[in-house]
């Protein structure tokens, strides 16, 4: 049986990626940047540095700062988001998440954290999830972000398990590859669509149950 599932967390355990938008979206509008919803697809998964440089090169303004210029705004941006994110509680946990923590425990399934949001462990103690988890990769310290596969590589060495005993769960383009590149078994939550390249799709949280990964795992 898989030893450990390595989860994201925004669109996955909590749907903060809304609240991501919204940030950049009142930035980039402020540089005269037109964000519509389906660019957020570019935006999931993918760390803070690397979403502003996609977000500058949509408006054309790619050369157009310095890098304390890019500081600046990348705190800006963060700042709103941490407004934005004191809000969330249990009630912003997606469904079927939280009795999935506590089939995991209770199998002796390990829980691992493979987020690109330094604002993660936040979150997790506003949801009230902190403590099922037994390992959190800290991205700050990481070469590269998703689409590499270091952050599930990382979340597997911190447990001491093999990468070929481990689930991902991801909602972003990104962060699947970096599942499949990790050669971790990849589930995805979200669009058939976007998601192609995970091995199994699931429409929403409500279908990520312990039997369900079970039987994924079993005929994989
Ligand atoms: C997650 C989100 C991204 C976000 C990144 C960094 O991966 O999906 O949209 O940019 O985390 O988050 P942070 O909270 O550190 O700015
Ligand atoms: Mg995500």
């Given amino acids: 049986m898989f030893q450990t599932i390595i989860f994201d967390l925004d ?3 909590t749907d903060t990626a809304n609240f991501h938008f919204k940030a950049w979206q009142s930035l980039a509008e402020k540089l005269g940047v037109y964000l519509t919803e389906d660019f957020n697809e570019h935006l999931k998964g993918v760390d803070r540095t690397e979403s502003l440089s996609r977000i500058l090169s949509h408006g054309g303004l790619k050369h157009s ?3 304390e210029e890019l500081i600046t705004f990348e705190e800006e941006k963060n700042n709103l988001y941490i407004t934005l ?3 969330v509680s249990p009630e912003n946990i997606l469904p ?4 999935l923590l506590n089939d995991l425990r209770s199998n002796n399934v390990k829980i691992g954290l493979a987020s690109a949001s330094r ?3 936040k979150i997790l103690q506003n949801l009230g999830l902190y403590d099922y988890f037994d ?3 800290d991205p700050s310290k990481l070469k590269k ?3 590499a596969p270091e952050i599930f590589e990382t979340a597997c060495q911190q447990l001491n398990i093999h990468p070929k005993d481990a689930i991902g769960i991801e909602d972003a383009y990104s962060g699947i590859q970096a599942i499949n590149d990790s050669k971790m078994l990849s589930v995805g939550i979200g669009d058939l669509n976007i998601l192609k390249d995970a091995d199994y799709i699931l ?3 409500c279908l990520l149950t312990f039997d369900k990964l079970l039987e994924i795992w079993n005929n994989k």
């Fill in 135 to 137: 390992t959190i990769v």
């Fill in 119 to 121: 604002n993660a462990p």
């Fill in 65 to 67: 700062f310095s890098k």
């Fill in 85 to 87: 994110i004191d809000q």
């Fill in 11 to 13: 669109g996955v355990i």
């Fill in 96 to 99: 079927g998440i939280e009795q």
């Fill in 145 to 147: 972000g998703k689409p």
């Fill in 203 to 205: 429409n929403n949280t």
